[in-house]
């Protein structure tokens, strides 16, 4: 089709069809749909002015993807059948193209019309939630993400389909690994197919301007007055928001356009909420990116009949979209949203269950009915009190990663841990209350004291094998039999000399004696004479053996060999003065005298190994108590311990 | 802070072990005659019984 001037067949204006995809035009004079026909132009209707949203885009905006150039020339605005809204840009591309370019939530998707040959898809109905679409071709398996009903609401600009007003269209939308993204168009027979990616305004050369504006722009307030009692409150995104409460009147307000209608009065929670952070908090987040609190709610879990509440608040930033701030048992979670395709699920959401995401593991936690118990704030959704979700939570510290499913939507996201300290750096505050327990994704603390802290262990064993070669082998120095002469009297002690014999410096010096006792004993003092300086190093060596049989089992009791061990003494020349008194003194007691040398003996290796090892172990034990926390938490606390890569050095 | 103290402690049993395997010193005495042997502790040569 080629360019076409006509005039508006409701205002009678002049219209120009320029792109030769177009379809529709919005006559910007009376917003009617006019679509081109063989025979002419026909109305189909008036659209809605467009709604003022935060876009960065608007018609005439030129860029190019895959190096060719193309131009946005319309735009139409989707109301989801829950509530919400979103854009679809219509880019033109200099080729003959169409591109549709869709803006969700800060997010931009550009698919392409994908004709399907001897094809038959999935019927609506028969698509479930998670499953993959094979028929539709993909370098990645595309999976079932969302299914929704949508209208037309609004649009401007030329539109390269008929676009009917308020025409509802069933679709699904689905995404697969490496932001691979489709769209499956219920609204003609047989269903259309939109293939692409999820794309960031620099990768379809938009980015340069735009991003600027985006920061430019401040995350203002627009105030209104509730419908229900004419109290002034603030919208931060009205183009955004489903729903608003009145912090006057306790009211929940439903949000059309930024329009307010009463709903009802909100209900008093079962647990009184306390929501620690304000609404209307800014800080810079881990994503570098500055977010606003616009809502909080309280939602709660009952497992085995006890009821478990968290809060969580609802984070708005206009060009990064919408995140959330969980707090929980006072533990904080940054949480984003994540690419369903992105996550290896099994689909198992039993004890052992695991899913992987980026290549990490995570364990399953906890699988439950979520409930809202309490909103304040403004939301993106139509949230109602008692709104009920099944919510599966993975742990991989200090990351979670968790699953929220109904019956026509699937969301995974990835909470991060952040430390009290962290939170209140962002928010400017202080003294934000104490966590308690440990949270399901909190990474512990002190691995390094069983890792990085081991290094000393193995220097020391190192510097041990280093040590053995240079002390030198073990030598004797003097191995002697020395005969005690008979004593006079029982505690008379009787001595003997030894020969002369040499000690080295730096080497201990090991004196073993043994004696043949036999259900007796002797007990031997050994002195250790410097022949030089004529100083004396003295040692107690007793030696007693028992042996016997005792109801048919023999028995033995010490023996007949001893030594002690002393450390290096001055090099020189030492005689040994052996002096003992024994139970049978009245017979001589030959006594077997040794001196060794650089005798390995491992009492220092054990010691200084035992001292270096207290640490690391108790480091384990810290780690195994932290572990055994966490768990103990979880419905699956049988997949417990490990914690796999989880630990982070903090301390 | 507790890392620093700890590596800290740990080069000096490290340090000490050297320097007693170096100089054949004996922390203690594993027989029935312990005694500790460092010689800051006990230093051995007390002139005779």
Redesign the interface.
Known sequence: MTTLKAQCPSCAAPIEFKAGSSIVIICPFCRSAVARTDRGVEDLGKVAEIMDSESPLRVGLKGAWNNVNFELTGRAQLKHELGGYWDEWYATFSNGWVGWLAEAQGRFYLTFFQPLKDVTLPTFDGLQLGQTVPEIPSKTPLMVQEKGTASYVAAEGEIPYKLVPNEKESYADLAGKDNAFATIDYSSQPPWVFSGSQVTLAEIGLGDAKPAQREARHVGSDVVRCPNCGGPLSLTAPDKSERVTCPNCDSLLDVNQGNLTYLKALTPPPSEPVFVAPIGAEGVFPDGAKYKIIGAMQRSVTIEGETYYWYEYLLYNPSQGFRWLVHSDNHWNFVEPVNPADVENSQFYGKGAVVKYKGKAFKIFQNAIARVEYVKGEFYWRVEQGEQVQAVDYVAPPEMLSLEMTSNEMNWSLGTYMPNEQVEKIFGVTALPRPWGIAPNQPFTGSFYYTWGLLPVLAFLAIAIVMLPLRGIPRTTLSQQIQLPAAPSENAPQAAFSQPFQIRANGNVKISASAPVNNSWVDVDVDLINDQSQEVESVNVPIEYYSGVEDGDSWSEGGQDQDATLSSLPAGQYTLKVEGTWQNWQQPMPVTVKVEQNVNRGVNFCCAGILLLIVPILGIFRKWSFEASRWKDSMFSGGSSGGGSDDSDDE | M??AI??IL??V??A???T??????????????S?L???FI?N??????
């Open positions: 507790f890392k700890y590596m740990a080069i049993v490290i000490a072990y050297a007693a395997s170096w100089f054949g010193w004996e922390f203690a005495n594993a027989g029935s005659n005694r042997g460092m010689p006990y051995g040569f007390h002139g005779g019984k």
